[in-house]
């Protein structure tokens, strides 16, 4: 029988093993609370808090929460936290961003666009923290990992935001002749099925965005919450016209705003930036990401229960594939 991987400390844990993607503008510490209280890995974008400072005053706060809820719930399994760190040339932030993040020994830290410089590896290294970098293809992963981070986190076809092309089997499987340590996998995950399924491909964990979106705690309008609950895989409209980076953005967004989502222009990747702290240009901010996992959601019911939801789908199905011959 083959030996399982050791997981960092940090992630062995978990009430599930899910990791919530950090989201533009739809990842507020309410969201971010509900994930960690529920047993997962809760995180955001360091550029959610529109000021440097608000990032300090948000990991306060959300410290001083967490330690409040351990204390009144001593048998809780409660998840840690991840901050996204965009590593941008036109993230200006980016470095005060981390200081900040260092000096509050934020446990998990993803990075992502490029793979991370020393300094921060370093910084991150020097208290036990860890850091994932999201990749979409094996040389992205082999730069990631020369520079030194503990995890990669593979962002497959069907994954909401700057989603990759391949195929999350094929993904993984590339990736994992080349690197036995912690993976967690992206790409249209909204069920405890596709939890167990990213498990036997050969990830550790699954990276879950969109499913959050269409939450009570998500930061995202009620129109944006029902248009995911109303959306089939096929509403999902893979374009690089936004942000100059392919992504996976809902058809009726795109429609509202009067563009044909079967006729998009090609967007020009040198005018992204990071500098006011959002990834679209002003322009687009109606436009609303999302995955092909659009499909399996339903209602938008409160974070604690997605996940309980997803954990009973989750120890079905490892039931299911036991009993099989």
């Given amino acids: 029988m083959t030996q399982a991987r050791q997981l960092p400390p940090v992630l062995q844990n978990l009430a599930l093993p899910v990791i919530s993607s950090p989201m533009f503008t739809v990842s507020y510490p309410e969201l971010v609370l509900a994930q960690c209280k529920a047993g997962i890995v809760g995180s955001f974008p360091a550029l959610n808090a529109r000021q440097p400072e608000l990032l300090d005053e948000w990991l306060t706060r959300m410290r ?95 994954a909401g935001g700057h989603a990759g092309t391949l195929s999350p089997m094929a993904l993984v499987g590339e990736v994992r002749r080349r690197f036995d340590g912690p993976i967690a996998l992206s790409g249209a995950i909204a069920t405890g099925d596709a939890i167990l399924a990213a498990q036997a491909m ?91 996992g659009v499909a399996q959601i339903h209602d938008v019911p409160a974070t604690a229960e997605i996940v309980a939801r997803l954990a009973q789908e989750y120890r079905a199905a490892r039931q299911r594939l036991a009993a099989l011959p």
């Fill in 64 to 158: 001083d929460d967490l330690d409040a809820y351990r204390a009144a719930h001593p048998d809780a399994i409660v998840g840690p936290l991840a901050v996204n760190q965009i590593a941008h040339t036109s993230n200006v932030r980016l470095m005060q961003d981390v200081e900040t993040c260092v000096r509050h020994r934020v446990p998990i830290f993803i990075t992502s666009l490029r793979a991370p410089v020393r300094e921060i590896v370093d910084a991150v290294h020097s208290y036990g923290g860890i850091i994932f970098h999201d990749v979409i293809n094996l040389r992205h992963a082999e730069k990631a990992l020369e520079a030194g981070v503990d995890g990669l986190i593979l962002v497959a076809a069907g």
């Fill in 202 to 292: 050969g990830a550790d964990f699954a990276y879950i965005g969109t499913r959050f979106i269409a939450s009570q705690e998500a930061n995202a309008s009620a129109e944006y919450k029902q248009a995911l609950v109303k959306a089939g895989a096929s509403d999902i409209i893979y374009s690089n016209l936004f942000s100059g980076v392919h992504g996976n953005y809902v058809r009726e967004s795109i429609e509202r705003v009067g563009l044909d989502p079967d006729n998009l222009k090609d967007g020009d990747k040198s005018k992204m930036s990071f500098a006011d702290g959002r990834s679209k240009a002003k322009a687009w901010k109606d436009i609303w990401g999302a995955g092909q």
